[in-house]
Nanobody
């Protein structure tokens, strides 16, 4: 099983990024997918989740209204659209199946 995140980078406050998580080696449609993040010196924080069919989503209060999680099961891919980014969104972002982790992609929000 492999999860590969991409799309991170340096962005100014108020900017946007779209993260992608491509999965392989598993039956993708069987899994709820979570996005987590971890800032230096802190624990991993759940950011968002999407059910296997993409019908239901859930968000941390800190990102509600700014982030949108979605998935394309034909492409074995989950997305995290992040708008109105704030410096406190700076972290390494990981996708997770509940059993498997990707390597993460770094998001830095700074002017």
């Amino acid at each position: 099983v492999q999860l590969v995140e991409s799309g991170g980078g340096l962005v100014q406050p108020g900017g946007s990024l779209r993260l992608s998580c491509v999965a392989s080696g598993l039956t993708f449609t069987s899994y709820i997918i979570w996005w987590y993040r971890q800032a230096p010196g802190t624990g991993r924080e759940l950011v968002a989740a999407v059910t296997s069919a993409g019908v239901s989503t859930n968000y941390a209060d800190s990102v509600k209204g700014r982030f949108t999680i979605s998935r394309d099961n034909a492409k074995n891919t989950v997305y995290l659209q992040m708008n109105s980014l704030k410096p406190e969104d700076t972290a390494m972002y990981y996708c997770n199946t509940g059993r498997h982790w990707g390597q993460g992609t770094q998001v830095t929000v700074s002017s």
